[in-house]
């Protein structure tokens, strides 16, 4: 079974911090992805990357960036965080760009 | 508008009732459509992959697409408290990447004793 892992359940931060938020997963997938998910909004798609060393922005990239350095790990990184960007963040995995999504269960994220 | 709508609930059904979630869209272009079930405090998981019209059955679960009227039905029939989540409707066009996924804001079913 897949098993994508985020780091931590629940983060609260404050107001211009850097915040990173960690994504590993254990079953050799090159595809890699961050969404938050608000009430009302649903999921939205903010970083992709499709191999190692290699991102693409998505819907929403705006005040944040990822860094990909092994296959397996992939961190969006909040340069300063503010509070719109309290969400619920979470990512997922695929074994290609056209496989179904497998998703970690999210990091609670609450900017003070 | 939104490319996919569906209705947030709650939905309340007691045990044992059949439940229809349901999800309209505008874009023509959709062509494979999924079923996500997502428990509280939990991520999304799949639950059904269909591509373009008809229906697909696995266990108590029926995917069901209509891409004349731009509407994709999940039937539960039998329904369990263990039911008991809020399911997400996605889809994507001809692609099929991953990329291009559009999610609907899910709808939160309860399934009472």
């Known amino acids: 079974d897949v098993k994508v892992t985020q780091s931590s359940r629940y983060l609260v931060k404050r107001t211009g911090e850097k915040v990173f938020l960690e994504c590993v997963q254990d079953m050799d997938h090159e595809n890699m992805f961050w969404y938050r998910q608000d009430p009302g909004l649903g999921l939205r798609l903010i970083y992709f990357s499709y191999d190692v060393k290699m991102k693409e922005k998505g819907d929403i990239p705006e005040g944040y960036s990822v860094s990909r350095e092994k296959k397996e790990r992939f961190s969006l990184i909040l340069e300063s965080a503010s509070t719109n960007q309290t969400s619920m963040y979470l990512c997922a995995s695929s074994s290609t760009p056209n496989s179904p999504l497998h998703f970690g269960n999210g990091t609670r994220l609450t900017v003070t | 508008q939104k490319e996919v709508e569906q209705d947030p609930g709650p939905l309340s059904v007691p045990e044992g009732a059949i439940v229809s979630l349901n999800c309209t869209y505008s874009?023509?272009?959709?062509?494979?459509f999924m079923w996500y079930r997502q428990y509280s405090r939990k991520g999304p998981e799949l639950l059904m992959y269909?591509?373009?019209?008809g229906n697909k059955e696995d266990g108590r679960f029926t995917a069901q697409v209509d891409k004349s009227s731009k509407y994709i039905s999940l039937f539960i029939r039998d329904s369990q408290p263990s039911d008991s989540a809020t399911y997400l409707c996605a889809m994507v066009g001809p692609t099929g990447t991953a990329s291009k996924l559009t999610f609907g804001t899910g709808t939160r079913l309860q399934v009472t004793l």
């Open positions: 874009n023509s272009a959709f062509q494979y």
């Open positions: 269909t591509y373009s019209s």
